[in-house]
T-cell receptor
Framework: EAGVTQFPSHSVIEKGQTVTLRCDPISGHDNLYWYRRVMGKEIKFLLHFVKESKQDESGMPNNRFLAERTGGTYSTLKVQPAELEDSGVYFC?????????????FGPGTRLLVL | GQNIDQPTEMTATEGAIVQINCTYQTSGFNGLFWYQQHAGEAPTFLSYNVLDGLEEKGRFSSFLSRSKGYSYLLLKELQMKDSASYLCAGTGGGYQKVTFGTGTKLQVIP
């Protein structure tokens, strides 16, 4: 069974440009999460989808970030326009059910560098 | 909200035992995860504790004390491949929201 995949693995863009990150969860997982790790800091929650619906987007830093999950399969996270402080590693995770002990399986992350 | 604290770095010798501590302060706490993350790779699940006590899985064990807001990850018979960051993460606040600590970078030396 394939794990969580993310594309691209790395992205280098200039301030003001737009970048779109993609996450493909494990097949059959209704829950999809986006996290971000800024250099030297902890991994921080951004948002949670249940199928195509945003269940919790309390971690989204501002309105330059837009996440979608049309059809309830893969998800995209768009940053527009990108700022220097957006640099970091963006992780996606998925889980099957909503139980509190449900393990979240992480993707390898997308390393974003904004110059 | 949640606050997770763990040491930044630790060094231990191959074949030895190491304990990585984690303290948490959280509202609506459900349970506590431990993840292992090798450099440049995805965090991988190690354990999840909901009840007080020790849970053992091979060379790795995890302990939780809910009353003390404290957990530890115990690694036995250390191997060089155990060199990685170990992330303590609490769940709570509804909807499986996970709050991570900064991670403990463990270096295993010969």
């Amino acid at each position: 069974e394939a794990g969580v995949t993310q594309f691209p693995s790395h992205s280098v863009i200039e301030k003001g440009q737009t970048v779109t990150l993609r996450c493909d969860p494990i097949s059959g997982h209704d829950n999809l999460y986006w996290y971000r790790r800024v250099m030297g800091k902890e991994i921080k929650f951004l948002l949670h989808f249940v199928k195509e619906s945003k269940q919790d987007e309390s971690g989204m830093p501002n309105n330059r970030f837009l996440a979608e999950r049309t059809g309830g399969t893969y998800s995209t996270l768009k940053v527009q326009p990108a700022e220097l402080e957006d640099s970091g590693v963006y992780f996606c995770a998925s889980s099957q059910t909503r139980g509190p002990s449900e393990t979240q399986y992480f993707g390898p992350g997308t390393r974003l560098l904004v110059l | 909200g949640q606050n997770i604290d763990q040491p930044t770095e630790m060094t231990a010798t191959e074949g030895a035992i190491v304990q990585i501590n984690c303290t948490y302060q959280t509202s609506g706490f459900n349970g506590l995860f431990w993840y292992q993350q090798h450099a440049g790779e995805a965090p991988t699940f190690l354990s999840y504790n909901v009840l007080d006590g020790l849970e053992e899985k091979g060379r790795f064990s995890s302990f939780l004390s809910r009353s003390k807001g404290y957990s530890y990850l115990l690694l036995k018979e250390l191997q060089m491949k155990d060199s990685a960051s170990y992330l303590c993460a609490g769940t709570g606040g509804g909807y499986q929201k996970v709050t991570f600590g900064t991670g403990t970078k463990l270096q295993v030396i010969p």
